[in-house]
């Protein structure tokens, strides 16, 4: 189920929507019409999910051109799961073969999940490049909790392997980063962190907080605060600059 769902469109606006028990996605960015042209320029504010999957992008190989190109994402809260129950995903990109997401910006974003991770890039065999990730806050929740958890073992950011490339992300989780923490898979390549929180007010067990796999290259991490813990895999490559505190 799905609240709103966006197909092809030019320079739309879509404000002040609120959506309850959608398990798919609050509000579904995905052109779907054989003769559709892409989502351009799209402008989403104030955007409120209670016990929902939150926003969706997802472009579509199987038409004409079905890609995602700018946009503003701005003041949403994207909140999933309750005591017991998982509800989906707070905000998901999902590119498909030989299609773009490029050029979102997002900004001022609160994401609540209970068991799942707050945000997943997913590029498919496509690409997802040059967008602006800025100012999210979060708190996480294990099942059984009901509230912020020690025993949250999600992540804040996981991106699966494929091209994900040249995306900036500014104060992002200024509460610290929640559960795992950020991973990026191989084809990750020149992405820029500025202003990561690595020692959150309820530190989970096992944390690894950030997390390059092999293939992950020349991604930037400039005023960071570590507390507990870095992984790089062997191969992958990662350039640290003004660390502020590292542990």
Known sequence: LVVLHIGGCRNSTFKQLQATSCFKASVGVHPTH????DVENIELNHIWSVRSAGLLFETNSSISRGNITDGTITNCQLTS????????IPLMLVSSPDRYIFGLKFDRIFTKTTDETH???NPNG???YGNEFSFFTGESWAMGSGAPSL?????TLY????AFLKNKFTNFYMTGLQGNGISLGNGSVDNDFDGLICNDFSPTYDNQYIEFRFG??????????IDYGLNIEDGAKLKLAQVVNFN
């Open 151 to 155: 025993l949250f073992k999600q992540s």
């Open 159 to 162: 991106v699966l392997d494929g």
């Open 81 to 88: 799961g309750d005591t017991n129950v998982k509800d989906g």
């Open 119 to 121: 945000v997943v890039i």
């Open 34 to 37: 054989p003769e559709s042209g």
């Open 216 to 225: 992950a290259n020349r991604n930037s991490c400039t005023n960071v605060n």
């Open 126 to 128: 496509g690409m997802i």
